[in-house]
């Protein structure tokens, strides 16, 4: 019981400083707030359809998009990170497009020219979630699917990709590197990974 009474007078004390705890939310790392500015935007977006509903279903995205400005001025660095996201989500949906017109023309093509190949591309990301998502978004691409995660002589990582036009394996792996990797580290880390 005296316990308790010490644990609670010490959670009510204000510091000698004046100066009140951070908030929970502040200690996150850099990529979990930018998760959480994000949720607060789609609630600022809910809350506002729910309190103005003028336009019908558009006031969720009109909602949205004020949010993103109150945030985007208390946040500068959430608007880079909104505008990465965006670029990154564009050049995947062009990646796809493009893919599936070389794709259509190869299988109408009375004999099309395969040269068919599996590389081995060091891979920078480490975290699980971003081979995955790299693994992904690579099969998502016409022509092309991950078959394996495995390690090379060095010890590193390595994703290992089917290409049905491999061409030359370094430039398919440099592609790779310094397209879907280097973008997909961009939405993940921030521009300084």
């Given at each position: 019981?005296?316990?308790r009474?010490?644990?609670?007078?010490?959670?009510?004390?204000?510091?000698?400083s004046?100066?009140?705890?951070?908030?929970?939310?502040?200690?996150?790392?850099?990529?979990?707030?930018?998760?959480?500015?994000?949720?607060?935007?789609?609630?600022?977006?809910?809350?506002?359809?729910?309190?103005?509903p003028i336009?019908?279903?558009?006031?969720?995205?009109?909602?949205?998009?004020?949010?993103?400005?109150?945030?985007?001025?208390?946040?500068?660095?959430?608007?880079?990170?909104?505008?990465?996201?965006?670029?990154?989500?564009?050049?995947?949906?062009?990646?796809?497009?493009?893919?599936?017109?070389?794709?259509a023309?190869?299988?109408?093509?009375?004999?099309?020219?395969?040269?068919?190949?599996?590389?081995?591309?060091?891979?920078?990301?480490?975290?699980?979630?971003?081979?995955?998502?790299?693994?992904?978004?690579?099969?998502l691409?016409?022509?092309?699917?991950?078959?394996?995660?495995?390690?090379?002589?060095?010890?590193?990582?390595?994703?290992?990709?089917?290409?049905l036009?491999?061409?030359?394996?370094?430039?398919?792996?440099?592609?790779?590197?310094?397209?879907?990797?280097?973008?997909?580290?961009?939405?993940?880390?921030?521009?300084?990974?």
């Open positions: 019981m005296k316990r009474k010490q644990q609670k007078s010490q959670a009510t004390k204000v510091p000698a004046g100066a009140y705890p951070p908030l929970p939310f502040a200690e996150l790392p850099q990529h979990n707030s930018y998760a959480l500015l994000f949720l607060i935007n789609v609630i600022v977006g809910l809350v506002w359809q729910q309190i103005f336009f019908g279903s558009v006031d969720y995205l009109v909602g949205f998009v004020i949010g993103f400005f109150a945030i985007w001025f208390s946040n500068r660095t959430y608007g880079r990170r909104a505008y990465d996201l965006a670029y990154f989500i564009g050049f995947i949906l062009w990646e796809i497009l493009l893919s599936n017109f070389m794709l023309k190869l299988v109408i093509q009375p004999k099309p020219k395969l040269d068919p190949g599996i590389v081995a591309v060091p891979l920078t990301v480490s975290t699980e979630l971003e081979i995955m998502m790299l693994a992904s978004l690579i099969t691409t016409p022509g092309t699917i991950s078959v394996d995660l495995g390690e090379n002589a060095q010890r590193e990582r390595v994703l290992y990709i089917h290409n036009t491999l061409g030359d394996p370094e430039e398919f792996r440099m592609s790779v590197k310094n397209t879907f990797e280097r973008l997909l580290l961009r939405v993940t880390r921030g521009r300084d990974a």
